[in-house]
Nanobody, 126 residues
Framework: QVQLVESGGGLVQAGGSLRLSCAASGRTFSNYAMGWFRQAPGKEREFVAAISWSGGGTSYTDSVKGRFTISRDNAKNTVYLQMNSLKREDTAVYYC???????????????????WGPGTQVTVSS
């Protein structure tokens, strides 16, 4: 079992920054890949970013490339999402997810991940 808890969400003006954190507990954190997804009202949950178990590999959806950075600290069992130059369309609930089975390294699909956090709200105002 893996437990994930996100934090760091909030209200920010367009152009501002936020850093989301996801603390993991349970299995050995450094053994599995992590991802961030988001879900806006009335929309499907979508992939945002992923990072390999070592942090050496990362992947981003096109709309956040150059603005968001995913990273991890395996000593702290935490994955981060640094979000800069935020736009109104980034408003969503952000979820972190863990891929613990070793099937996919930088998965972009919801089904690639087997554990999810409860989410944290990010609201970007104009």
């Amino acid at each position: 079992q893996v437990q994930l808890v996100e934090s760091g969400g909030g209200l920010v003006q367009a152009g501002g920054s936020l850093r989301l954190s996801c603390a993991a507990s349970g299995r050995t954190f450094s053994n599995y890949a992590m991802g961030w997804f988001r879900q806006a009202p009335g929309k499907e949950r979508e992939f945002v970013a992923a990072i390999s178990w070592s942090g050496g590999g990362t992947s981003y959806t096109d709309s956040v490339k150059g603005r968001f950075t995913i990273s991890r600290d395996n000593a702290k069992n935490t994955v981060y999402l640094q979000m800069n130059s935020l736009k109104r369309e980034d408003t969503a609930v952000y979820y972190c997810a863990a891929e613990t089975l070793g099937r996919v390294v930088l998965g972009t699909l919801k089904d690639d991940y087997d554990y999810w956090g409860p989410g944290t709200q990010v609201t970007v105002s104009s």
